[in-house]
């Protein structure tokens, strides 16, 4: 239902949408000056915090993507829609809104946190209410008047003013020199395009141990390469030839960091694979706030297409699934049971979907690092698979099937997210074997990544994840140590079999403790499976083959 004229006796002419058609009809508010709602939260938890108001008449302000299934139930209690058409809110959408309310209801995931992220729907309600007050799904409440949240927005907008203004002077006295370089550099470009000589720069955040051995495989093949790493990462994983933790520093000092860096790749190489989903130099990482606006990654991704440099995103995890999508793929996904702060900082989060379409739009290709993730990249994404180095293979140790009495078997999960990739059923399972078998479950996360070859080594079965039917680097690493795994494969994903065992999905728990118990009173099909394992992980993912995929692209 819609709003499309507001009369001052409090008719309003609407519309209800129904399969087809549109149905024009006249309503009338019950009460035009009470409450304003504005939801900033997600269909799940809106239900929620409008327990907390029922009963009360007024108005919602409805933005694109809602439920509308959800909006006729709330119809049908008495409330009004006024639809802004738009997936998120901005201080634009005040001009849908008429009259005056005596309160506003602003929906939000906790008030216990930082509220500064509701800026537009504050800019909204203080035009049109005398009280605001903040609702969480849980009944949590934080009430303020108008004048003090319309003076907290005012002073966040100007500091993001002097903020934007000092990036676009800083953007702007790197370009320049850049922009007056650039037929110079287009004519290296292409000359070393021509005798395949090009210089090739991994960057700039570290992922699963890849960005450092892939630099070095492309070296030892003839590619003049390097890497660089511009955040930390608490994994301990192989050094970068260039490593500069930017998340430390202050805005201020970062901005000039990120300046120098990215003007000397700029020089330097002529192809730059970003290793971490949209992140070029100047956007901020998912995980860290470093205040980077829109226009700085667009101002680099057409600085970049002028000098005429190849530039490549390689996308992982969930900063390129869309819910819709992937839910719609397979009912037994992760993504309907994604937490609400999960699904904020990722698929959920206008920002995030608005930069890696862009960053796809703009790329010269675009990888991601499980086939899954094809669905939603753009026409013409490849899989690009995670490469094993050599000397990690050839260190790993090999299964033995030999076996002391008595002594437990160790199963072997690796969890940085035990929501995500369903621990609980593991632990459920493990717990009702521990009656019959001497069992130890291992759940680490957070180690460095030596200590996880070294519990790799010492395990009896490896189990994986049970999110969207592919694998990680964690399974690869069980497979190359000659260990089962176990986890959830959906095989039509993938152009080759994957030799790990998967339980049926419909009925995980039950298929889950088959499977291991399978390999507990089986040591045959312990050794089959990790032999399997290590043949896929050579065939596969051994570094010599991921490196020369990858020089194909970078040669194409």
């Known amino acids: 239902m819609?709003?499309?004229?507001?009369?001052?006796?409090?008719?309003?002419?609407?519309?209800?949408?129904?399969?087809?058609?549109?149905?024009?009809?006249?309503?009338?508010?019950?009460?035009?000056?009470?409450?304003?709602?504005?939801?900033?939260?997600?269909?799940?938890?809106?239900?929620?915090?409008?327990?907390?108001?029922?009963?009360?008449?007024?108005?919602?302000?409805?933005?694109?993507?809602?439920?509308?299934?959800?909006?006729?139930?709330?119809?049908?209690s008495g409330w009004t829609m006024i639809e802004t058409g738009a997936f998120h809110y901005s201080r634009a959408d005040r001009k849908f809104i008429r009259g005056k309310y005596a309160h506003a209801y602003i929906?939000?995931?906790?008030?216990r946190g930082s509220l500064a992220g509701y800026d537009n729907a504050v800019s909204i309600a203080v035009r049109v209410a005398r009280r605001i007050t903040f609702l969480d799904p849980d009944g949590?409440?934080?009430?303020?008047?108008?004048?003090?949240?319309?003076?907290?927005?005012?002073?966040?907008?100007?500091?993001?003013?002097?903020?934007?203004?000092?990036?676009?002077?800083?953007?702007?006295?790197?370009?320049?020199?850049?922009?007056?370089?650039?037929?110079?550099?287009?004519?290296?470009?292409?000359?070393?395009?021509r005798f395949k000589t090009l210089r090739v720069l991994l960057a700039k955040r570290v992922h699963g141990n890849q960005s450092a051995p892939l630099a070095r495989a492309l070296r030892e093949s003839g590619v003049r390469a390097e890497s660089l790493s511009l955040s930390g990462h608490y994994f301990s994983y192989e050094p970068c030839d260039r490593e500069d933790n930017l998340d430390r520093l202050s805005d201020f000092r970062r901005l000039v960091r990120l300046a120098r860096h990215f003007f000397r790749s700029m020089v330097r190489y002529d192809v730059i694979i970003f290793q971490n989903n949209y992140e070029s130099f100047w956007v901020s990482p998912i995980l860290e706030v470093?205040?980077?606006?829109?226009?700085?990654?667009?101002?680099?991704?057409?600085?970049?297409?002028?000098?005429?440099?190849?530039?490549?995103?390689?996308?992982?995890?969930?900063?390129l699934r869309k819910r819709e999508s992937q839910s719609d793929r397979d009912p037994h996904v992760f993504c309907k049971e994604c937490t609400p702060a999960y699904e904020a900082r990722f698929c959920g989060s206008p920002d995030v979907r608005r930069r890696a379409e862009f960053a796809m739009r703009m790329a010269d290709s675009v990888l991601v690092s499980t086939p899954d993730l094809l669905m939603d990249a753009r026409a013409g994404a490849?899989?690009?698979?995670?490469?094993?180095?050599?000397?990690?293979?050839?260190?790993?140790?090999?299964?033995?099937?030999?076996?002391?009495?008595?002594?437990?078997?160790?199963?072997?999960?690796?969890?940085?997210?035990?929501?995500?990739?369903?621990?609980?059923?593991?632990?459920?399972?493990?717990?009702?074997?521990?009656?019959?078998?001497?069992?130890?479950?291992?759940?680490?996360?957070?180690?460095?990544?030596d200590e996880m070859l070294r519990l790799i080594a010492g395990c009896d079965i490896a189990v994986d994840q049970f999110s969207f039917g592919s694998y990680g680097n964690f399974a690869i690493e069980c497979m190359a140590a000659?260990?089962?795994?176990?986890?959830?494969?959906?095989?039509?994903?993938?152009?080759?079999?994957?030799?790990?065992?998967?339980?049926?999905?419909?009925?995980?728990?039950?298929d889950l403790e088959r499977l291991i118990t399978s390999l507990i009173e089986d040591p045959e099909l312990r050794r089959s499976a990790g032999e399997r394992g290590l043949k896929y992980v050579h065939e596969v993912h051994r570094i010599e083959q991921v490196s020369a995929r990858l020089r194909a692209i970078i040669e194409e």
């Open 2 to 76: 819609g709003i499309l004229a507001l009369y001052p006796d409090g008719t309003v002419l609407g519309f209800k949408r129904t399969p087809g058609r549109l149905l024009w009809m006249p309503l009338r508010f019950h009460n035009l000056n009470s409450v304003l709602l504005i939801p900033s939260i997600n269909d799940r938890l809106i239900s929620k915090c409008l327990m907390f108001v029922e009963g009360v008449p007024g108005a919602i302000l409805v933005r694109r993507g809602i439920d509308w299934k959800f909006l006729e139930r709330c119809a049908a």
């Open 107 to 111: 929906f939000c995931r906790d008030t």
């Open 140 to 193: 949590r409440r934080r009430s303020a008047s108008r004048a003090r949240l319309a003076s907290l927005v005012l002073y966040r907008q100007a500091r993001a003013w002097i903020r934007d203004t000092a990036i676009s002077g800083l953007l702007f006295a790197t370009f320049l020199p850049l922009l007056l370089m650039a037929p110079f550099l287009r004519a290296r470009t292409a000359w070393r395009a």
């Open 290 to 319: 470093w205040n980077l606006p829109f226009f700085a990654q667009v101002f680099e991704a057409l600085v970049a297409r002028m000098l005429g440099k190849r530039v490549i995103f390689l996308f992982r995890d969930c900063s």
């Open 382 to 449: 490849t899989w690009l698979p995670n490469a094993i180095p050599c000397s990690t293979v050839s260190a790993l140790p090999r299964p033995s099937n030999a076996r002391s009495p008595g002594s437990p078997f160790v199963i072997l999960h690796s969890s940085t997210d035990p929501l995500f990739k369903r621990t609980s059923v593991l632990q459920r399972v493990v717990d009702r074997l521990g009656k019959r078998y001497p069992i130890e479950l291992i759940v680490r996360s957070s180690v460095s990544h």
């Open 482 to 510: 000659g260990k089962p795994v176990i986890g959830w494969i959906k095989q039509e994903f993938y152009p080759v079999f994957v030799p790990i065992l998967s339980p049926a999905i419909e009925n995980l728990e039950n």
